[in-house]
């Protein structure tokens, strides 16, 4: 298979979840009696991560696990996990042609997991009564994008995604952040500051954090962490309350729990579905961000603003398209600056593909 056959069928991957119909819904209908089947490694890595991330296109777990050379033996594999109830499908009505089938774990499927404690039970999980292609077109467009971002950044063009991706891929559910983990950590130098140092959390607030996707990578004591936010809102003051959670957990929080053991502070890539909003959700940032550290004798201005320096916007037609320039809000908050109400945006390039190429295969 050529390097073009492949990236060809990324291409139509993306575009097929971005083009969705917003007409009813056909849920999929199980053989009655279906006959067994003996689940793989592969099944349940699969499972697991579809779990994590709520939905997958067909094309998407083909992809994963299977590549462009096993379509037709994984498309044959999906039907029988969905027809033993580990898979639930549903896909939009068309007047002409059939739609791609839609993927979201299935009752029996969650218990497996945790049975095989790939999962954990405390929360439960109920699937959800879905009446229109809206609840998961945000997902299924933002995993579009991180498949797009690991076959970018393999070293090898054959063979199921989820074996070569070279950084491990979390959802909302895994990559929650809880304020209060309750665990002590062995910080790295990047986690440790210098003595003296003061924190000012100003107008930043505690709480929890739900990153739309958690990439890291990297192994052992060189692991490094991005996390992803896709907004698709157009609207910046929807975004305020989650902005100040993440200039405190930046100033603070990621010190205390297992992101201090990572080699580099993470970063966190906040994504719009088009590159016209970018500049409305930057002023909002610019005007929300405010906690700083510093030395016991210094004032704002001669602090760092983490916020500030840790946190890219950028969007998804920008960056599906090879373009990985972001941009980040002003390096000092308006107070400071001699013309407080202009928003004057830094740049940045920051090729994720290249960075997580570098690295190699995952660990």
């Known amino acids: 298979m050529t390097a073009q056959t492949h990236l060809g069928t990324v291409e139509q991957m993306v575009l097929a979840v971005d083009d969705l119909s917003r007409s009813g819904l056909e849920w999929g209908v199980r053989e009655e009696d279906p006959p067994g089947v003996f689940l793989t490694d592969r099944d349940l ?7 994590d991330v709520n939905f997958l296109a067909a094309r998407q777990l083909l992809m994963l696990g299977w590549g462009a050379s096993q379509r037709r ?3 044959q594999r999906l039907k029988e996990l969905h027809d033993t109830g580990y898979l639930d499908r549903f896909r939009p009505v068309r007047a002409f042609g059939r739609a791609e089938w839609i993927y979201r774990v299935g009752a029996q ?3 497996t997991l945790v049975a095989q404690r790939l999962v954990p039970g405390r929360r ?3 699937p959800a009564v879905i009446t229109s292609i809206g609840y998961a077109e945000h997902d299924l467009q933002l995993a579009a994008l991180v498949l797009h971002l690991a076959d970018k950044a393999s070293h090898h063009s054959s063979g199921g995604l989820i074996e070569r991706m070279p950084f491990s891929w979390q959802g909302p559910r895994s990559g929650r952040i809880d304020i209060d ?4 950590f062995e910080r790295s130098v990047a986690a440790k500051l210098a ?5 000012h959390v100003e107008q930043s607030r505690r709480g ?3 990153p739309d996707a958690t990439l890291i990578g990297g192994s052992g004591a060189e692991r490094w962490a991005v996390l992803i936010e896709y907004d698709r809102t157009e609207r910046p003051h929807k975004q305020i309350d989650r902005l100040r959670r993440y200039d405190w957990w930046l100033l603070e929080g990621w010190r205390e729990a297992h992101f201090a053991t990572h080699a580099i502070p993470p970063v966190v890539i906040y994504l719009t579905a088009r590159s016209g909003p970018l500049r409305g959700l930057i002023e909002a940032a610019d005007q929300t961000f405010s906690a700083w550290h510093g030395r016991r004798d210094a004032g704002p201005r001669e602090g760092t603003h983490p916020a500030r320096e840790q946190v890219m916007f950028t969007s998804r037609e920008r960056a599906l398209s090879g373009d990985w320039t972001m941009e980040c809000a002003p390096s000092l908050p308006r107070v400071l600056r001699e013309y407080p109400n202009v928003c004057s945006p830094g740049s940045v390039a920051y090729d994720l593909p290249a960075m997580f190429g570098r690295g190699g295969e995952r660990a």
């Open 195 to 199: 003595p003296g140092t003061r924190l």
């Open 73 to 75: 033996a994984g498309q």
């Open 208 to 210: 929890y954090l739900e």
């Open 124 to 126: 439960g999980y109920t």
């Open 181 to 184: 983990e309750g665990e002590d």
């Open 45 to 51: 890595k699969l499972m697991a991560l579809l779990h």
């Open 109 to 111: 499927g969650y218990r």
